[in-house]
């Protein structure tokens, strides 16, 4: 059971280029969600989903776009990277429509972007 | 609205020391509780939970017990491992809404 699986681990990208943080879960939880991790700013929900095809926008979504064709996907785009992205990204999902008080979210490994 | 607290890190302990963190949090209603750990280079999981007031949490020897009274939900260890070396995260969760609030977590670093 692979759980929430994030591609890449790794990477550097220039100012203004683009980019997708790819996120696939294979345990058929309706809610999925993009974190930033910050030091000293705990995480930060960028953008979440409560099922195929609805996507809401978290505390810190500017600069970055989420859709959900699929349970199991979750992509994130930046369209225009600037050096304030640098961090490390982690999707997690949870069971139910939506993030159940009730249910604890599950973490992939997470990516550490570098924006130069 | 709403937001958890955590005392500040980094923590440092001997082997075998007692453990205490301190969160607190603010929110409406009666949100559920948890904390997390984040070890070197992974994605956070899971500790443990309290959903209710008075509940008590526990795992691998870590507890957590939900104070309504005085909003907290400390996470304490009685003897502390240098495999408990990791990221502490309290967050709590709310009965209505999509979202997790999660504190700024607590290094805490176990030396033999």
């Known amino acids: 059971n692979a759980g929430v699986t994030q591609t890449p681990k790794f990477q550097v990208l220039k100012t203004g280029q683009s980019m997708t943080l790819q996120c696939a879960q294979d345990m058929n939880h309706e809610y999925m969600s993009w974190y930033r991790q910050d030091p000293g700013m705990g995480l930060r929900l960028i953008h979440y989903?409560?099922?195929?095809?609805?996507?809401d926008q978290g505390e810190v979504p500017n600069g970055y776009n989420v859709s959900r064709s699929t349970t199991e996907d979750f992509p994130l785009r930046l369209l225009s990277a600037a050096p304030s992205q640098t961090s490390v990204y982690f999707c997690a999902s949870s069971p139910g429509q939506a993030s159940s008080y009730n249910s604890p979210l599950h973490f992939g490994n997470g990516t550490r972007l570098t924006v130069t | 609205g709403n937001s958890v607290t955590q005392m500040e890190g980094p923590v440092t302990l001997s082997e075998e020391a007692f453990l205490t963190i301190n969160c607190t949090y603010t929110a409406t209603g009666y949100p559920s509780l948890f904390w997390y750990v984040q070890y070197p280079g992974e994605g956070l999981q899971l500790l443990l939970k309290?959903?209710?007031?008075?509940d008590k949490g526990s795992n691998k020897g870590f507890e957590a017990t939900y104070r309504k009274e005085t909003t907290s939900f400390h996470l304490e260890k009685g003897s502390v491992q240098v495999s408990d070396s990791a990221v502490y995260f309290c967050?709590?969760?709310?009965?209505?809404?999509?979202?997790?609030?999660f504190g700024t977590g607590t290094s805490l670093t176990v030396i033999p």
């Open positions: 989903s409560v099922g195929a095809g609805i996507t």
């Open positions: 967050a709590l969760s709310r009965r209505t809404g999509n979202q997790f609030y």
């Open positions: 309290a959903t209710k007031a008075d």
